[in-house]
Each structure stands twice: as C-alpha cells, then as structure tokens.
C-alpha cells in the first residue's frame, strides 16, 4: 500500500487542483485581463503563482540549502518592460489548457518536496526561515489569494477549503484575529476585504517550538 502524504502536501495538492479546476472555466482569450485590484494581467498573475510554487519547492529540494537568499537563478521572462519577471511563463498559444497543465506540474513539484523533505530542513524567507509545514502555508497562501484574484475578474465562484485555511492561518498568521470564517480572515489578514485594503501585512513563516 502506498504512504499516505502528510497533512501539509495533502493540503497543497488539493488547494492546487481546485483551482485548476476553477481556472477551467476561464475562456482562452481571458487572460490577458487585468486582474482584479493588481496591477498584472491574469496571466502575469498565474505566473506569479507558478513562481511561488516552484520557488518554495527550491528552497528544500537540495541537499545544502541556500542560507540567506532564494534558489539564485536568473528571471529571464519579463513579458512586458515595466512588468515583472518570471521564472515560470505559460505557453500564450496554449490557452486555459496550458496555464492549468503548468500549475498542475509546478504545484506538483512544491507537493513532492514538502511530502519527502526532512522534518529539520529549513529553507529561507525574509518573513521568517521556514520549514515544509511553512513552505506549504505559503505556496496555499499564495495560490489560494491569487486564484481569487484572477477569478473575480471572471466572475468565477471560488472559495477555498477552510479547514486548509484555518491551518494555514494557524501556521502562518498566527496573531490575526480568527472568527468563524477562516476564508474571509484570510481575506482580511492580506488586505483583501474593505476594511482592510491598502494595509501593510506579512506573515510569519519561522519555524514553530
């Protein structure tokens, strides 16, 4: 019988795959929309996520580490001059089908390390040095937020599980105040709710005692 993932890549692999499903039912010719409140286009914005995803995975992939500084690889896509660079680029000519192929591949690869890499491996991160249980926290922050990002301007329904997002709060926010909707906490925590919009946030990936 095979080994059954531990509850954090558990939690990525489905975080990961309901988007995909989701972004499904974007039309081909819907990504080059602005996404909603970024200044990115929705595949800009999907790339983002395919950056954070495989760049997490990077940070405890190797054997050595990195210390003090993500994987030092150079960004050579940068679609437009005054726009970010990435690292991860879907095929333009392939539509909705290619950007859900590579965030089915990229999430993968996040969802393999975090399942097999050591429970001491620590990788690094400006908003604290974290381990596979922070790595997922991050990747799921990062797809989930950009996800409904990407899908309001679609006008696509999507809220993600919430128990994985009150375990990721738990992991990574744990100082923000928790109601009984860890979805909207979420929300609220990153400056995505009326209240809250505009405000300097970050969460905390340090290792837990």
């Known amino acids: 019988m095979p080994t059954e993932l531990p509850q954090p890549a558990t939690d990525v692999r489905d975080t990961v795959q309901a988007v995909i499903d989701r972004f499904a039912l ?51 896509m940068q679609p437009r001059p005054d726009g970010p660079p990435f690292m991860f680029w879907p095929e333009e000519d392939g539509g909705t089908r290619a950007i859900c192929e590579c965030l089915d591949a990229v999430g993968g690869l ?20 974290p381990d596979a ?10 797809t989930v937020l950009h996800a409904w990002d990407i899908l309001r301007t679609h006008e696509v329904g999507y809220r993600p599980d919430e128990a994985v997002v009150g375990r990721v709060l738990d992991r990574i926010f744990p100082a923000v105040t928790r109601t009984d909707d860890a979805w909207r906490d979420l929300l609220a925590a990153t400056g995505r709710t009326p209240e809250t919009r505009g405000i300097d946030w970050r969460w905390d990936s340090s290792v837990r005692a």
Do not use: F, K
Request: aromatic share 8%; hydrophobic share 40%; with cysteine.
């Open 133 to 142: 249980t922070g790595l997922a926290a991050m990747g799921i922050t990062e």
């Open 110 to 129: 996040l969802i393999a390390v975090v399942a097999t890499a050591p429970a001491d491996r620590i990788g690094w991160h400006p908003y604290g040095n």
């Open 26 to 76: 974007i039309p081909d010719d819907g990504w080059e929309r602005p996404a909603a409140d970024l200044d990115w286009s929705c595949r800009e914005t999907a790339a983002h996520i395919l950056d954070d995803l495989g760049g997490y995975a990077m940070q405890l992939s190797g054997e050595r580490g990195h210390g003090d500084s993500y994987t030092p690889l150079v960004e050579p």
